[in-house]
């Protein structure tokens, strides 16, 4: 296959990418999305704080124009992210209680009702597990709420988007043997257990020299396909350059491919210099467009 997208097709996958609506102006970055790419996601643009500035006032301008851009091409859209401590719009971030959980379920119904019939996956709960070796929740406005927060959330995206699968997102998930796989990891087992809606399980892994492409990736995500979810590579990227980074992505690649309930993979940007990291050349594409050896490697695979 001479794309991304139509050699992950292939094997029934889709490879994907992170948008944002400001650059769908310019061309190079327009021509390489609609080429090489058959999944979306907003990078910033269906986040809390995007959709919902005031309280109670919706706004999908900017997520419409991502949207509508991949439908129009026959892309599919993963929707990100319904519910998340970070990027809150300023009057959720001073909420607390019964009115910040009313308020975060409301968002959630709300959002998930506009987009309904148009999305593939959501993104439901993002990064809602802390670092580090307690395996625990993250301290957030959210937790605060109470424990039970991300069911309420996932039962009300459920009734907002029937056909939209339910993901729980998080970094930092892609060691088995790390505390906090096995806090998300013992999560999605009790909400399978209990019924909980959960459909899929997205691991961003924004890869660097100090948190590598683990070598135990594979088992990892067989471990969570085995409890009756879809596991998908959601925001992918690899610091480094040249033949070492091609390495890292084909090694991503084939631990997706070994497990038939990875059903796709998406980068967190196109070009090098469209990557949300501050410095250095995390993606497939150089700043003027051109494949890297990581894009080489990865079709190679795929
Ligand atoms: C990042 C965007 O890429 C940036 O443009 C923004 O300033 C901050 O958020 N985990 C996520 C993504 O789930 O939403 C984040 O995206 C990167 C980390």
Redesign the pocket.
């Known amino acids: 296959a001479a794309t991304l997208a139509a050699a992950a097709q292939q094997s029934g996958r889709y490879f994907g990418t992170?948008v944002?609506a400001n650059k769908l102006g310019d061309s190079t970055y327009v021509g390489i999305l609609n080429r090489e790419f058959d999944m979306v996601t907003a990078?910033?643009e269906m986040?809390m704080d995007a959709t919902e500035p005031n309280q109670g006032q919706f706004s999908f301008g900017s997520g419409d124009r991502i949207v509508n851009h991949a439908r129009n091409q026959g892309k599919r859209v993963r929707g990100?992210?319904l519910a998340?401590h970070?990027?809150q719009p300023g009057w959720m971030q001073n909420m607390s209680g019964s009115a910040l959980r009313q308020a975060m379920l409301n968002h959630v119904t709300q959002v998930a009702s506009y987009y309904r019939g148009k999305i593939y996956a959501w993104?439901v709960v993002?990064?809602a597990y802390a670092d580090g070796t307690s395996g625990a929740r993250r301290d957030s406005n959210l937790q605060r709420t109470g424990n039970d927060w991300i069911e309420a959330a996932f039962r009300a995206a459920r009734a907002a988007d029937p056909g939209a699968k339910l993901c729980y997102?998080d970094?930092n998930t892609d060691n088995w043997s790390h505390a906090k796989t096995q806090g998300v990891y013992r999560m999605v087992q009790d909400f399978k257990s209990r019924g909980v809606p959960i459909d899929c399980v997205g691991f961003?892994a924004?890869f660097n020299s100090g948190n590598p492409v683990p070598s135990n990736y594979h088992t990892t995500l067989q471990n969570f396909a085995n409890l009756g979810v879809d596991v998908q590579i959601?925001?992918l990227d690899i610091e480094g350059s040249g033949s070492t980074q091609a390495q890292q992505y084909q090694g991503v690649v084939q631990a997706c491919l070994a497990v038939s309930r990875c059903t796709g993979i998406t980068v967190?940007?196109i070009r090098d210099s469209d990557?949300?990291r501050a410095s250095g050349t995390p993606l497939l594409f150089d700043n003027y467009g051109n494949k890297k050896a990581a894009y080489t490697s990865v079709l190679n695979v795929l």
Do not use: L, V
């Open positions: 992170a944002a990078e910033n986040k990100h992210a998340w970070s990027q993104d993002n990064e997102n970094y961003q924004h959601t925001e967190w940007g990557s949300w």
